[in-house]
């Protein structure tokens, strides 16, 4: 019962921060123009993808590991994706 305990408040410890993320987004967001909005939010998920597809280059072994030796693991990065999917919908609405 306990493991479950930890790994809702490891949730709402997330959706927290994802929250307060987004906020500064949209302060950040305020700066520019609606004009541009569009553009400057398509420019930063293109950064933001080409540094997760970095990261995952140099530590692909560490996740390859950490995904075999460790199945309990699955269920709570699936949660971390659909979490930061689901951020990413927030942030670009019309591009998904």
């Not at 305990?5 to 307060?20: A, E, G, S, V």
């Not at 072994?61 to 699955?74: G, K």
């Not at 990065?77 to 942030?91: H, N, R, T, Y």
């Amino acid at each position: 019962m306990s493991r479950w305990l930890f790994l809702f408040d490891y949730f709402f410890i997330i959706t927290i921060m994802l929250d307060q993320l987004y906020s500064l987004w949209l302060d950040f967001l305020a700066l520019f123009p609606d004009s541009i909005r569009g553009l400057v939010s398509l420019v930063v998920f293109i950064i933001f993808v080409k540094v997760i597809i970095n990261l995952v280059k140099k530590s692909f072994v560490w996740l390859l590991l950490l995904i075999l030796f460790v199945p309990a693991s699955i269920p709570l990065i699936k949660e971390i994706f659909a979490s930061l999917i689901g951020f990413l919908k927030l942030i670009l609405p019309n591009i998904f």
